[in-house]
């Protein structure tokens, strides 16, 4: 049993890693279309851009509640 759960537990650090380097590119995107907007002239490549804007902020909030989730099960299992 041990055995198992350690390797989920490890499972669940590795997908904790990878969603952490997501929220870092989303960041770096966000960042650069916000760079963008402020540049852009053409008020329908704004909107375009805001558009994206919106899903990334989308993304991100989910990202960063599936590492706050993470956290508080890591936690939770060294409570047993």
Do not use: M
């Not at 590119?25 to 960042?31: C, D, F, N, R, T």
């Not at 851009?49 to 989730?69: D, F, G, S, T, W």
Request: hydrophobic share 40%; charged share 30%; no cysteine.
């Amino acid at each position: 049993f041990r055995q198992a759960w350690e390797k989920r537990s490890a499972s669940s650090a590795e997908r904790t890693a990878l969603n952490r380097r997501e929220l870092s590119s989303i960041e770096k995107l966000v960042g650069g279309l916000i760079d963008r907007i402020a540049d852009a002239n053409d008020s329908q490549l704004i909107r375009a851009y805001e558009a994206r804007l919106v899903n990334l902020q989308r993304e991100k909030a989910i990202l960063v509640e599936k590492i706050e989730n993470s956290h508080k099960l890591s936690r939770s299992i060294f409570l047993f």
